[in-house]
C-alpha cells in the first residue's frame, strides 16, 4: 500500500506493479500531488521544454495505471494504524497491506502571523497557480525570497500590475536565475528587511492590506493591496498518522538508506522525508528505493 500519489508515490507504484505485486496507491487528493499546482517544470529529464506540471501528473498517473496500480483517490483516511499496517477509507473501506510506503509530501508552511488564518481563502494565498489569474490588474503582496517565492512572483506578474515582495533579510535565497529575472521584472518591487505583522480587511471579508514592521527601525508601515502569497517553506503531511515516527529537528521522517523509517515494514519517500534536497527528481528517486527495497524484502 501506498499512501500518497505524487511522483514518489507513483514511482513507488509502477515498480511494484510491475513486479507482480498487489498494488494500491491512497491519496486524499487527486494523483500528482504538487505538481498540479506547478506551472512549469524544466528540469526533468527527458522533457528538454518547459512542461506544465498538471500534465507531468498525468503522463506518470496514466503510466501507473498502466502497470496495474489500483488508485483510491479524493478520499479522507479516517483511521489507521501503520504498526499493523492498514487503514481506513471514508469510515468505509479497511485496507491492509504487508508493507506501507508513506509519500504523502508537504503542504504551505504558516507563518503565524494575525489575520493569516482568518483570510485564508479570503485573499490569502499560497499557491499561484491556482489563484494568480484572479489578480488580473491589481497589486498582490507576496511574503518570501526563496525560489518559490521568486518564480511563483514571476508568474503572478503575467496577471498582477504590480508585486510588493517582503522578505525578512536584505539578499534573496532564490536561485541567480530566478534573481536576475524578477529584479529586472518592473512590476516587481521590494522590501527587504521586513516581516509582515497583520493581515488586514477595511471590509472583513477578503485581504486589502498588510501591516509590515522594519527589523531594523521597528517601523511599522501598512500596504494596500488586493491580496497576498504567501511562500514561507513546507511541512510534512503527517497529520493522518497517529504512528510515532522517528523524527528530524524540523518534523521530517528520519529514514535509513533503503528509506526506511523506524516502524517495522513501513517506508518514507519523496519530500515527506528527511533530506537535503526536495525535488522531483528525488522524489522519484526515493519512490525507487522504496519499491526495489520492498520487492526484495518481499522475495517478489
Not at 61 to 68: D, N, P, R, V, W
Request: proline share 3%; with cysteine.
Amino acid at each position: 500500500m501506498i499512501i500518497g500519489a505524487g511522483p514518489a508515490g507513483l514511482t513507488a507504484g509502477i515498480y511494484t506493479s510491475q513486479a507482480k505485486l498487489d498494488t494500491i496507491v491512497v491519496d486524499r487528493g487527486m494523483a500528482g500531488g504538487n505538481l498540479n499546482i506547478t506551472h512549469s517544470v524544466s528540469n526533468f529529464p527527458g522533457f528538454p521544454k518547459p512542461q506544465a506540471g498538471f500534465m507531468l501528473a498525468h503522463y506518470m498517473s496514466e503510466h501507473a495505471k498502466e502497470a496495474g496500480v489500483k488508485f483510491r483517490q479524493a478520499v479522507d483516511i479516517t483511521a489507521s494504524d501503520l504498526v499493523e499496517k492498514w487503514i481506513r477509507i471514508d469510515d468505509i473501506e479497511t485496507i491492509h497491506a504487508k508493507k506501507v510506503i508513506v509519500a504523502t509530501g508537504t503542504s504551505p508552511r504558516p507563518i503565524g502571523v494575525e489575520g493569516e488564518m482568518t483570510y485564508r481563502g479570503k485573499g490569502i494565498s499560497y499557491c499561484a497557480t491556482c489563484d494568480a489569474k484572479y489578480y488580473e490588474g491589481k497589486h498582490v503582496v507576496v511574503i518570501g525570497g526563496g525560489n518559490s517565492a521568486i518564480e511563483e512572483s514571476l508568474f503572478i506578474a503575467k496577471f498582477a500590475s504590480k508585486i510588493t515582495i517582503v522578505h525578512q533579510f536584505d539578499t534573496l535565497q532564490a536561485n541567480k536565475q530566478a534573481q536576475e529575472a524578477a529584479f529586472a521584472e518592473p512590476k516587481i518591487s521590494f522590501l527587504f528587511k521586513h516581516e509582515p505583522r497583520e493581515f488586514t480587511s477595511s471590509n472583513g471579508l477578503t485581504v486589502d492590506g498588510v501591516d509590515v514592521e522594519d527589523l531594523q527601525t521597528k517601523e511599522r508601515k501598512h500596504i494596500v493591496c488586493d491580496g497576498a502569497f504567501i511562500f514561507a517553506g513546507m511541512q510534512p503531511n503527517l497529520d493522518l498518522f497517529d504512528a510515532r515516527f522517528a523524527l528530524d529537528e524540523w518534523g521530517y521522517v528520519k529514514v535509513d538508506e533503503d528509506v526506511r523509517t523506524s516502524i517495522k515494514d513501513v517506508f518514507a519517500a519523496g519530500d515527506v522525508r528527511s533530506k537535503r534536497y526536495r525535488q522531483m527528481t528525488t522524489a522519484v528517486s526515493d519512490g525507487t528505493i522504496a519499491a526495489m527495497a520492498l520487492v526484495r524484502e518481499l522475495g517478489a
